[in-house]
Every structure is written in structure tokens, then in C-alpha cells.
């Protein structure tokens, strides 16, 4: 079963528009993070926002912030006031305590396009 | 220099070449990963090196072979691949502790290959 499933292929938001990338996962692990990267064009893989399986706020990093549901195991990634340098793949990923050290697991992506 | 840097950006191989893509951290990490993004595909995991030890590998063909002479440098060493090889190789870094999941990865720009 995969571990982190992204459903949305392709998103398209309005500039200043707020736009959800969605992301379920699934462990039997108490213990596990999840983790936002951002993929421009580029290439390059930038880390975006953090949530701890424990943490009992949503975490949020300027305009980003997740939408943690943990009961439904969903870490949805909310961007507020879209920009045009939003656009880019989007990856969620989960870490797990008992797992090799370092081991991530990524979803499929999101493609993000935001509109002028 | 800062970050994680991968050399070179590009590369166009023959089938029977032989070449290296080059990644080193200037973070003061002690694990590195290599991974393998492929255009249908999700990230595969390639190698994980923690502590200069490899810690895993992810049931990949020998004609990919990691070096990791330090906890700076992260090699893959390249020889008689095969047009399908043909991806944007990542390389990342971070810093572990036994038992700890909330760390992310430090990306580089990645290396995009493409075998002829």
C-alpha cells in the first residue's frame, strides 16, 4: 500500500487566491513527521513546512501552513495569497521513527500552477 | 559555499561510459541519500549513508555504485547504463540522531542525466 498518496496530479489557483494541496498517509507508527517540499522548475527540492505526529497545533511557516487531521491521516498543505513563483511541483512526505535513519517516503506530487 | 551542491548539472552519457555525479553538503550533516526522479515515476530511493555507512539500498542494478569517501562527500559512479537511467538524480543531507523524525532533507539542484 503506497504510504503517502497525493490525488491531485495538476492544481490551478488564481494569483492572491488561497489554494489546498491535499496529502493522506498511512503508517502504524505513533511516531512520524510530515514534511512539505517545494520543486521549482529548477529542479532543486525546497523544504516548506514541518508537523510532528504530537504536535497539537497546525504548523505554519509564513504564507504555509498544514492542515493536520490526524484521526483521517491528512497533512493538506494550505497556500494563502498565491504568488506566481508558487507554481512548481509540490511533495508531501513522511518520515517514521522506526524506520532506517533518514528514510523519507514521498508522495507522487502536485503540480501547481497559479494564474495571473 | 553553503547547502548541498551537485556536479555536474547536466551530463549526456553513452551506453558504455563511464562518469560520476558529485554531491558534497557544507551543512556538517551526517547522513546523505541519493534519489532518483524519473519523469512517471516518484522518487526512488536510491542509497542512504549515515555516518558514512551505507545504510541502505534499494534493490539497485550495480551499474550504480556509491562511494562516500566522508560525511561531506557523496558519490554515484556511473558505467554501461541504459537510456531508461535517463532522470534528475538528487542528492540530499541531513543531520540524524538516533530516534529523532522531525528532521528534513537538504536538497541539491540535482544532476539531470540522459543516456544515448
Known amino acids: 500500500a503506497q504510504k503517502i498518496t497525493q490525488t491531485q496530479p495538476g492544481m490551478f489557483v488564481q494569483e492572491k487566491e488561497a489554494v489546498t494541496l491535499d496529502c493522506t498517509y498511512d503508517t502504524s507508527d505513533p511516531s512520524y513527521g510530515l514534511f512539505w517540499y517545494k520543486q521549482p522548475s529548477s529542479g532543486e527540492m525546497i523544504f516548506l513546512i514541518y508537523q510532528g505526529s504530537y504536535d497539537q497545533q497546525n504548523a505554519t511557516e509564513g504564507r504555509y501552513s498544514l492542515n493536520f487531521q490526524k484521526a483521517r491521516k491528512s497533512a493538506n498543505l494550505v497556500i494563502s495569497a498565491s504568488q506566481l513563483g508558487d507554481s512548481a511541483m509540490y511533495f508531501c512526505?513522511?518520515?517514521?521513527?522506526?524506520?532506517?535513519?533518514?528514510?523519507?517516503?514521498f508522495g507522487d506530487g502536485t503540480t501547481l500552477t497559479v494564474k495571473p | 559555499e553553503t547547502g548541498v551542491t551537485q556536479t555536474p548539472r547536466h551530463l549526456v552519457m553513452g551506453m558504455t561510459n563511464k562518469k560520476s555525479l558529485k554531491c558534497e553538503q557544507h551543512?556538517?550533516?551526517?547522513?546523505m541519500y541519493w534519489y532518483k526522479q524519473s519523469a512517471k515515476k516518484p522518487l526512488e530511493l536510491m542509497f542512504v549513508y549515515n555516518f558514512k555507512e551505507q545504510t541502505e539500498n534499494n534493490s539497485v542494478p550495480s551499474r550504480f555504485s556509491p562511494e562516500c569517501p566522508n560525511s561531506s562527500h557523496l558519490f554515484l559512479h556511473l558505467h554501461t547504463l541504459q537510456p531508461e537511467d535517463s532522470a534528475l538524480y538528487l542528492c540530499?543531507?541531513?543531520?540524524?540522531?538516533?530516534?529523532?523524525?522531525?528532521?528534513?532533507?537538504?536538497f541539491g539542484s540535482g544532476t539531470r542525466l540522459t543516456v544515448v
Open positions: 540530499a543531507s541531513s543531520q540524524e540522531e538516533a530516534g529523532r523524525y522531525y528532521y528534513g532533507y537538504t
Open positions: 551543512l556538517g550533516h551526517n547522513a
Open positions: 512526505a513522511m518520515r517514521e521513527a522506526n524506520t532506517n535513519a533518514g528514510k523519507s517516503t
